[in-house]
Nanobody
Framework: QVHLVESGGGLVQPGGSLKLACQAS?????????LAWFRQAPGKEREKVSC????????YPADSVKGRFTISRDNAKNTMYLQMDNLTPEDTAIYYC?????????????????WGQGTQVTVSA
């Protein structure tokens, strides 16, 4: 059984930075599935933050994080990252990594194949 494990969450002040990591237990999953980051704030639906294509590394950031968050992957380590800069309180949420057989534009929260357990990110003064 394949799974994803996130790390790197925590408490940060507004304007600060955090880097999340998501390690896959299977190189097959990492090499053949599209990887994405989602987040869910209290009382809100889970939303896609960014996605990275398996085939060519094209990234698809949400409008709310463009210019602030950068998604990347290290194939040698089976690990995906999310560098988050200039964080605001509105970024406070549980962040989940996800793996799905669909390409980035087709990934939706309700149909994701594999979820990580989530990591809390809190932006507060």
């Amino acid at each position: 059984q394949v799974h994803l494990v996130e790390s790197g969450g925590g408490l940060v002040q507004p304007g600060g930075s955090l880097k999340l990591a998501c390690q896959a237990s299977s190189s097959f999953l990492f090499e053949h599935y599209t990887l994405a980051w989602f987040r869910q704030a209290p009382g809100k639906e889970r939303e896609k933050v960014s996605c990275i294509s398996t085939s060519d590394g094209t990234t698809y950031p949400a409008d709310s994080v463009k210019g602030r968050f950068t998604i990347s992957r290290d194939n040698a380590k089976n690990t995906m990252y999310l560098q988050m800069d200039n964080l605001t309180p509105e970024d406070t949420a549980i962040y989940y990594c996800a793996a799905d057989i669909r390409p980035c534009p087709g990934i939706v929260a309700k149909a994701v194949d594999v979820w990580g357990q989530g990591t809390q990110v809190t932006v507060s003064a």
